[in-house]
């Protein structure tokens, strides 16, 4: 049941991004965009261009370079596509909700190590993009195949170690756990509790909270999991495998029609794969800031002073709606930081990308691992 | 869940393909592809193995995995010079058929 | 027949069948490689089936995502075809060599039956990042320094190795 409303809302995002893409980067740059695309004369604000998108990459020929591998052309794209949506099965859309004796959980599967699912995933999608230069038999689709995916290989490195600090705050890999635990708030000023002894004044108490997001306690985390994962995904400002405006497409250029389409989509679902994670890792999932699963289930059962309570089946499935609507409010914000980044930053040169893997990143996060287990040692929450 | 014979039989046949790949092959990559075969299929023995003894309830015995991460680590240290030599010898002889790699020989 | 062991089959056949693809194909590099991966994934997921979940994963991210990335990279920077063939000849060596291994391997299942006991039931935790990193971090901390000591020589000789003039 939710793996049905899971391919419903992965099916619907995907075109979604394309036109948010188009109108965000038309609003930044002070033009209109694309809005020409119409049915009998209505145009919707440019929403009908996804649809034309995929009618135009259908009807194209599907053209198969001289040369080339047929099985591996016709893979590559499938190799890249396959992954980005079956990341989103980890990915919780809500916390679990009793109502009338049945327990729903939002989310598709909760394996124990739920976060390494996500770096499978991510290795897997490298190959379809190694695949796609070499069955091109095209010498510059090649160059451009290796150089993306030494790109994507390296940023898993480090993508992996940037998140191991929330690891270590959260004590689990369960994704559905770490939202869980972002659900409460802390004392920003706690530690000077536990490192000097005493009492806080109470209203430095009462009012110096923030929810337990991960963003407050792993604010490099935060960035260099940003980076890394834009990097991984090759969205600019680190696409020079494709390079829109340089090379012809990089390293799908000898791919047309529906392939073509298949590679353009994994890249804008992948987008919507790199919000949920962030969302649920680090700006606190489907928890609403400040007020916690218990409380709204609680307020709205039992009455809110003068008013009469609802009851605890609605008041269970009013939370799941809330839930879920700040979960897509963050993803959207999300993907709106993602497309602001893309239409702003100049595109790195790639030895510039290297060296931002290796050189900065790297160590940052290792200082990050080891600045976090001493707080955690420390500190004790 | 399968008797633990299956699992040995198949990494007995991993094993076997792998030596054969090694011996039949004149190509050093499918020859090295060929040792990784053969150290996955170690990896399935060790697995199984350690799914036999697993230790008793509170206190789990991993030594198999622990061996099996070690080996997964070891396999890409030596991939990662077998191709190092690969290179080398490509560049000098512009081709990697091992028979043609017989100055040594008596 | 319980799910877990028709999913085992299925892996298992997968595995040999993309393995023997592997080393018998002469035609295609890159298509042998893949077939590792498909070996290496259905590796994977058999590992997954024997309850070792981190070691599962981290096999499919570090030998089919890592390892063999690595054997493409070389083979399409170098551009290495196979066309080679094996020494002609000995061919009914090779077939009666073949069927001998055909046999011992399925014969394994019927002299080793009753050797071993029933697979039990598994503790909690058994399989689990937890359990493993408790016995990587106290029993077998010096294996790991030798490991990452061992790490550094191969990064430091594949660097070695591959360079075209050492300067």
């Known amino acids: 049941m939710t793996a049905v409303i899971l391919g419903v809302v992965v099916g619907a995002f995907a075109p979604v991004i394309t036109w948010i893409e188009r109108k965000q980067s038309a609003v930044m740059q002070d033009r209109i965009g694309a809005n020409r695309a119409d049915i009998g004369g209505i145009t919707i604000l440019g929403l009908l261009h996804p649809l034309a ?44 909700y009793v109502f009338g004796g049945e327990t729903i959980s939002l989310v598709v599967a909760n394996p124990d190590w739920g976060f390494l699912y996500i ?24 160059l451009g195949s290796l150089r993306a995916s030494a790109q994507m290989i390296s940023y898993e490195v480090t993508m992996g170690l940037s998140v ?34 005493g009492e806080l004044p109470w209203w430095v108490s009462q009012f110096a909270v923030l929810p337990q997001w991960g963003i407050f306690l792993q604010p490099l985390g935060f960035l260099m999991f940003l980076t890394c994962i834009m990097a991984e995904n090759k969205r600019p400002p680190f696409d020079l495998p494709e390079s829109e405006s340089e090379l012809v497409a990089g390293y799908f250029t000898e791919y047309s029609g529906m392939r073509f389409g298949l590679f353009f989509m994994s890249e804008f679902i992948e987008v919507v794969v790199i919000a949920g994670l962030i969302t649920t890792v680090f ?31 609605f008041a269970n499935g009013f939370c799941m709606l809330v839930h879920f609507a700040t979960f897509l409010v963050k993803v959207v914000a999300v993907i ?20 931002l893997c290796w050189k900065v990143m790297l160590p940052l996060s290792l200082v990050n691992i080891f600045v976090t287990a001493a707080l955690v040692l420390l500190l004790g929450e | 869940m399968v008797p633990i014979e299956h699992v040995i039989a198949l990494s007995a046949a991993l094993f076997t393909i792998g030596v054969g790949g090694v011996l039949i092959r004149r190509n050093l990559i499918v020859i090295l592809m060929s040792i990784e075969l053969m150290l996955n299929a ?53 081709s990697v058929n091992i028979d043609e790699v017989n100055l040594l020989k008596w | ?62 030998y089919g995502g890592a390892i063999v990335v690595l054997f493409l990279f070389v083979v399409m920077l170098l551009n290495l075809r196979t066309d080679d063939f094996p020494p002609v000849g000995l061919r009914l060596a090779k077939l009666g060599g073949g069927l001998l291994v055909v046999v011992v391997v399925s014969a394994i299942p019927r002299l080793l039956g009753g050797v071993f006991p029933e697979i039990p039931a598994a503790p909690t935790g058994y399989g689990g990042y937890r359990a493993l990193g408790i016995a990587l971090y106290t029993d077998y901390v010096l294996l790991v320094e030798m490991v990452s000591l061992l790490l550094l020589a191969a990064i430091v000789g594949a660097l070695i190795l591959a360079k075209r003039k050492i300067d």
């Open chain 1, 53 to 96: 998108d995929v009618i135009k990459l259908l009807s194209k020929e599907d053209v198969v370079p001289t040369g080339a591998n047929r099985v591996l052309h016709l893979i590559a794209p499938v190799i890249a596509a396959v992954p980005a949506i079956i990341a989103y099965g980890v990915i919780p859309f809500g916390s679990t």
């Open chain 1, 336 to 355: 709106w930081l993602q497309m602001a980044l893309r239409w702003t930053l100049p595109r790195f040169r790639y030895d510039q990308v290297m060296d």
């Open chain 3, 1 to 62: 027949m319980e799910i877990s062991a028709v999913l085992f089959y299925v892996f298992a056949g997968l595995a040999v069948i993309s393995a023997l693809a592997m080393v018998l194909n002469v035609r295609n590099t890159v298509a042998a490689a893949m077939s590792l991966v498909v070996t290496m994934v259905s590796i994977g997921g058999i590992f997954v089936l024997l309850d070792a979940y981190l070691v599962a994963a981290l096999q499919i991210m570090v």
């Open chain 1, 119 to 142: 770096f499978v995933i991510g290795s897997i999608a490298t190959y379809g993009t190694v695949i796609a230069g070499w069955a091109s038999n095209n010498n510059w689709s090649l």
């Open chain 2, 42 to 94: 170690v990896n399935v023995a060790l697995i199984g193995f350690n799914r036999m003894w697993p230790g008793i309830e509170g206190a789990p015995r991993m030594d198999g995995q622990v061996f099996v991460l070690m080996v997964i680590t070891v396999a890409a240290c030596e991939v990662a010079v077998g191709l190092g030599i690969l290179i080398s010898m490509f560049r000098n002889r512009d």
């Open chain 1, 283 to 313: 700006l606190g999932g489907w928890a609403v800031p400040f007020l916690s699963q218990e409380w709204i289930v609680d307020r709205v059962g039992n009455g809110f002073g003068a008013f009469a309570g609802f009851g605890d089946g």
């Open chain 1, 164 to 197: 191991v600090g929330c690891f270590l705050v959260y004590e689990t890999l369960k994704l559905t756990d770490m939202a869980t635990a972002q659900d409460t708030t802390f004392r920003v000023f706690g530690f000077v509790e536990v490192l000097f002894g």
